[in-house]
Nanobody
Framework: QVQLVESGGGLVQAGGSLRLSCAAF????????????VGWFRQAPGKEREFVAA????????HYSDSVKGRFTISIDNAKTTVYLQMNSLNAEDTAVYYC?????????????????WGRGTQVTVSS
């Protein structure tokens, strides 16, 4: 059973940065880097869960939502089954619970329904 654990959330001032981590358990490094699509989603209070960023299993160019493009970067660790989300120039609209999700050979990475595995989320709060 694949398990995902997010970390790195917290309180930050507007304009600041955070790096979120998503550690995967129950999967080998080879599987994680070549067979899994990994995505980040977020959900603010009273709003639906929205796509943030994703890395497809075939390692083609990453996907970003328009609201974070140019500010957030998704990357994969070279030695661990961990994906990162580097978040820069944060603003109050980025405040949300951030979730990591993964799927075997997932296409359409911006669609939450494709993902079989989800973490419990990590809170990011940006103060203005």
């Amino acid at each position: 059973q694949v398990q995902l654990v997010e970390s790195g959330g917290g309180l930050v001032q507007a304009g600041g940065s955070l790096r979120l981590s998503c550690a995967a358990f129950g999967v080998s490094f080879s599987q994680f880097t070549s067979q899994f699509t990994v995505g980040w989603f977020r959900q603010a209070p009273g709003k639906e869960r929205e796509f943030v960023a994703a890395r497809e299993y075939n390692n083609e160019r990453p996907h970003y939502s328009d609201s974070v493009k140019g500010r957030f970067t998704i990357s994969i660790d070279n030695a661990k089954t961990t994906v990162y989300l580097q978040m820069n120039s944060l603003n109050a609209e980025d405040t949300a619970v951030y979730y990591c999700a993964a799927d075997w050979y997932g296409g359409r990475p911006e669609t939450p329904d494709i993902y079989d595995y989800w973490g419990r989320g990590t809170q990011v709060t940006v103060s203005s």
